[in-house]
């Protein structure tokens, strides 16, 4: 797993031994950031459920300008702030001032930390169904920008509406346990 476009281009990633995380592919995210294109340069971001922190460095690497990255897990922590450092070299970022990780549950993400013009969402697939609704609800769109976007991955065969919100792009393939990902919006925007 490697970072696939911008200044940290090539970067390998490292993760934790065992299935504790999901790693997003190297071609999902070129997927996603392809179909975000200039959006990202100068973008304050947060990635959800960070594991290796994938989506948030790649946002790094192509020009976003903060992110935060949620993770709950202390070893997984671990090997995120190991791709930060190593990604913020490439990006010859003096300082990672800017990129904060916030070793918490997602539920501790609220609007104290500010609103973000783009959200990456990688949770379990496990708890998408149950828990997706309420955590989008109470955690994500009270962070999110007025016109900012909310990513999110899951499963193919799984279909998320949420109120007041518009699905605008699905990307990856269709299936069980096959990974997507819906591009979310607020309703009655304009992209």
């Not at 997602?106 to 609704?133: C, H, R, T, W």
């Not at 962070?143 to 509406?161: F, I, K, Q, R, S």
Request: net charge neutral; aromatic share 8%.
């Amino acid at each position: 797993m490697r970072i696939t476009g911008g200044k940290a281009r090539g970067i390998q990633l490292s993760a934790p031994k065992g299935r504790e995380t999901r790693p997003a592919t190297d071609q999902m995210r070129e997927a996603i950031f392809s179909f975000l294109g200039p959006r990202i340069a100068g973008a304050r971001i947060a990635d959800c459920f960070a594991g290796t922190g994938a989506y948030g460095l790649e946002a790094m690497s192509r020009g976003a300008s903060a992110g935060l990255f949620v993770e709950n897990s202390a070893e997984v922590v671990a090997c995120l702030r190991k791709n930060l450092a190593a990604a913020a070299k490439s990006c010859e970022l003096e300082s990672t001032e800017n990129w904060q990780v916030l070793t918490q549950k997602i539920y501790a993400l609220n609007p104290k930390y500010g609103s973000f013009d783009l959200v990456f969402i990688d949770p379990p697939y496990a708890m998408m169904e149950s828990k997706m609704q309420s955590i989008f609800a109470e955690n994500i769109e009270p962070v999110t920008a007025t016109d900012g976007l909310v990513c999110l991955e899951m499963p193919g065969d799984l279909e998320l509406d949420f109120p007041n919100w518009d699905c605008i792009r699905r990307l990856g393939k269709s299936g069980k346990d096959k990974p997507s990902i819906a591009v979310y919006q607020r309703a009655g925007s304009t992209d």
